[in-house]
């Protein structure tokens, strides 16, 4: 165990002469970043029917008497994904879904599906919530914590749609009206900085809430920055990218996957700029091996020499 400790103190020591760019990258590789990315994409993809049902229940419940506000709400969503047929045709698909299966029902019913949609879209912040642990070396928060805190963000992220509606589709109703090309211009810059600004505000909120320790705003506004930069570069370059290099693929398949890929590059943006604040503003260091050689070193360190042996079980070892 001392040997282990000093070769851990070694490494450290070095790591510290080693340029900060090369540390930053060896703790997000070392971290499984791309692999939790790829979790929070399926989560995300998994999430998708259960926001759109709690999303549209609730404006169901506040625009009942109001079919073509809803209709055009629906219309807009639909739009704000990646202009390609595949992508908007599968995401219409599971918004007609939603919200046919919420008109079927009644009285109670509606209620029902409304609570068990946010119970089940809730789960993508717990799984943010997961990667955070890693990212930040923080313990998990307790069972009722963690959902308190996953639903929270829930209507926050259900709030902040709206505005993402409204400051995509801004821009192509106001060039329709503007004349000249100055105006038009100014339009589409302000189109992309206020699009900027939500999703710096999503982003912002998603770090200073969700780590389990004390945040501020000087510890995470460098990250949030980076990924609604980055994101908004990947939403005006992605739809391009997808005419290009995945033109063959087609139908419920073709969305799947186009929406899977779109969620994946989402998700490791939002683990990158966890890791910018935890790196540079934290200063928190890269593990010595990956995340799972990391965990066997542990297992080792603290004396457990069976693999079936848990690591925290003072009364098995009292027995050996």
């Not at 998708?48 to 807009?76: E, M, R, S, T, Y």
């Not at 739009?79 to 029902?105: E, M």
């Not at 809730?122 to 997961?130: E, M, P, Q, T, Y």
């Not at 998700?267 to 934290?282: E, K, P, R, S, V």
Request: hydrophobic residues 50%; positive net charge.
């Amino acid at each position: 165990m001392m040997d282990n400790l000093k070769s851990t103190t070694a490494f450290q020591q070095s790591q510290r002469k080693t340029k900060p760019y090369r540390r930053f990258l060896r703790k997000f590789l070392n971290d499984w970043s791309l692999n939790f990315a790829a979790m929070l994409a399926y989560n995300l993809l998994i999430a998708l029917l259960p926001i759109a049902v709690a999303i549209f229940g609730i404006l169901g419940l506040v625009l009942k008497n109001h079919p073509d506000v809803q209709n055009d709400v629906k219309n807009k969503i639909i739009n704000s994904f990646p202009d390609d047929n595949s992508t908007q045709t599968g995401i219409k698909q599971v918004v007609d879904l939603a919200f046919d299966q919420l008109s079927k029902d009644a009285g109670g019913l509606v209620a029902i599906g409304i609570v068990l949609a946010i119970f089940g879209s809730s789960r993508l912040f717990i799984a943010i919530d997961k990667c955070m642990n890693i990212v930040y070396r923080v313990p998990e928060r307790p069972f009722i914590r963690e959902n308190v805190l996953a639903i929270g963000m829930l209507f926050f992220f259900i709030l902040m749609i709206p505005l993402m509606i409204a400051a995509s589709s801004a821009p192509a109703i106001l060039l329709s009206i503007i004349p000249g090309g100055g105006g038009r211009f100014g339009t589409y810059l302000a189109g992309i900085l206020v699009s900027l600004l939500v999703a710096f505000i999503l982003f912002e909120a998603i770090y200073w809430f969700i780590p389990n320790k004390k945040m501020s705003f000087k510890t995470t506004w460098c990250g949030a920055l980076v990924s609604a930069c980055t994101l908004e570069l990947f939403i005006i370059l992605f739809p391009l990218y997808v005419r290009k290099f995945m033109g063959n693929y087609a139908g419920q398949i073709g969305f799947a996957v186009i929406l899977l890929l779109f969620f994946y590059y989402f998700a490791t943006i939002l683990i990158l700029g966890a890791q910018i604040n935890a790196f540079f503003y934290d200063d928190y260091q890269p593990l010595f091996e990956g995340l799972g050689t990391y965990i066997s070193h542990m297992h080792d360190e603290h004396g457990a020499n069976s693999p079936k042996k848990p690591l925290y079980d003072k009364d098995s070892e009292l027995q050996q």
